[in-house]
């Protein structure tokens, strides 16, 4: 392939911004907040999972609470209807004495389920607090979240803004060198990472070998529009004027 030696040269200009969108496009993957999100999203679902336990389980009690709210009330006014019912004294001796002794069953009963209405009531509390807990340990990693998704769009912004600034540079130079150059070039860069590489001090800047004694002979002897290729690496190999030739 034939090729103006002053486009050849600047295939290492192109080759060097090739580079650094190489390396923006591996900070924009790699930066630690998309490992972080990652992290803060598992941790979401779990605390997710942790409202919906307690809050069912606060549920679930409250519902126990509240049939022992009223069971307790259906024994209270049980008995107050038969104490009443007794101090009116209405009714036998007979009757009023087996309403003294419903009167003391169901002042025992009333102690009891009592006992129970309180224990109920204890573990509502308890599971108030889990579930506030639950609540502000989701809303706190939300706070988190919002703020290392703000520092990973801030930095992936500012790399973006530097990767247009050179993907701009880069097809200014591509505008002007000849399709057929540029298209082998971007062929061995797809292949080997980088497409052209320069000649200095007799070694190849793309696999870094140094040159026999026959391939710089031929360099030597190739027309400066000749465009050559690395025999070890087959880069598009550069002459510079530190190629040593």
Request: hydrophobic share 35%; charged share 35%; aromatic share 0%.
């Amino acid at each position: 392939m034939k090729a103006d030696p002053t486009d050849q040269q600047r295939l290492l200009d192109l080759q060097a911004l090739d580079t650094r969108l190489d390396q923006l496009d591996h900070q924009l993957r790699s930066l630690p907040e998309h490992a972080e999100l990652q992290a803060l999203t598992a941790r979401a679902g779990d605390l997710d999972a942790e409202v919906v336990r307690t809050t069912t389980a606060r549920g679930d009690v409250q519902r126990e609470l509240t049939k022992a709210e009223q069971d307790v009330q259906l024994v209270r006014d049980r008995s107050a209807r038969n104490q009443k019912r007794l101090d009116d004294g209405v009714g036998t001796a007979k009757d009023l004495q087996a309403l003294q002794h419903e009167i003391e069953s169901l002042a025992r009963r009333q102690s009891t389920l009592e006992d129970e209405e309180l224990e109920v009531m204890e573990r509502a509390e308890a599971l108030d607090a889990e579930v506030a807990q639950a609540e502000t340990n989701r809303d706190e990693l939300a706070a988190e979240t919002a703020e290392v998704t703000r520092s990973r769009d801030a930095k992936a912004g500012a790399l973006e803004t530097d990767r247009a600034e050179v993907a701009a540079g880069r097809e200014a130079i591509v505008a002007d060198i000849s399709a057929e150059l540029i298209a082998l070039y971007d062929k061995i860069r797809v292949q080997s990472g980088t497409g052209a590489a320069p000649l200095q001090q007799r070694r190849c800047g793309g696999c870094q070998l140094e040159l026999n004694q026959v391939d710089l002979s031929r360099i030597r002897s190739a027309p400066e529009d000749e465009v050559l290729r690395c025999e070890e690496c087959r880069r598009i190999l550069v002459r510079t004027a530190e190629s040593g030739l």
